[in-house]
């Protein structure tokens, strides 16, 4: 989901600050966080069968491997809600070295041109196919600091509550990539 954020505010906060969002996207973020509140009820009542279960004796290995799975969900959700429209700063150079660096490497990670560039920022949109969600990757600068958000949607531009796992393991992977180039004589 596009959206309109205030960059300073957003630089200041360490996340991402909407601003004037319309009457889609208000019900789009209330559906994220109703949906996520909902799969982690249905976790909680889980893992309390799970518990009773045990406590009788009668556990099976399907019911203890789903049991697992729905925990492993509802953490994920758990995750996502947290972390949902946080910034994640990569110590830089200047901002100058910072911006090509990035640059560079969003068109390397994904495989396009198409990114959008301004003094403060960069960002980056792929829209939901059949089979892949929508990405949304925010970079903005502040100082020698490089600050990322990736998010997830599917084709409803609805956030994912499952994705924020992945995303910031995409994170660390730009990261690395990022500092193995600050540390390399490319940019000294």
Excluded at 16 to 43: A, D, K, M, T
Excluded at 63 to 89: G, V
Excluded at 137 to 165: A, C, M, T, W, Y
Aim: proline letters at 2%; charged letters at 25%; aromatic letters at 10%.
């Amino acid at each position: 989901m596009r959206i309109k954020f205030c960059v300073k505010e957003s630089i200041r906060a360490r996340r991402i600050v909407p601003e004037n969002l319309s009457v889609s996207q208000r019900v789009n973020s209330l559906f994220f966080l109703f949906l996520s509140l909902i799969f982690l009820g249905v976790g909680v009542i889980t893992v309390t069968l799970f518990v009773k279960t045990i406590r009788s004796g009668n556990l099976s290995i399907p019911a203890w491997l789903f049991s697992l799975l729905i925990f492993l969900l509802c953490a994920a959700i758990l995750y996502s809600l947290l972390r949902d429209n946080r910034l994640t700063t990569i110590r830089g150079k200047g901002k100058a070295d910072n911006k090509r660096i990035i640059t560079s490497i969003l068109k390397e990670v994904y495989q396009t041109d198409l990114l959008y560039e301004s003094d403060e920022l960069i960002t980056y949109y792929r829209r939901a196919t059949l089979l892949k969600f929508a990405v949304r990757v925010i970079v903005l600068f502040d100082g020698n600091d490089v600050l990322i958000n990736i998010s997830r949607f599917n084709q409803l531009d609805i956030k994912s509550p499952f994705h924020e796992p992945l995303s910031q393991l995409k994170i660390k992977s730009i990261k690395e990539k990022f500092d193995a180039i600050i540390a390399s004589s490319q940019f000294r």
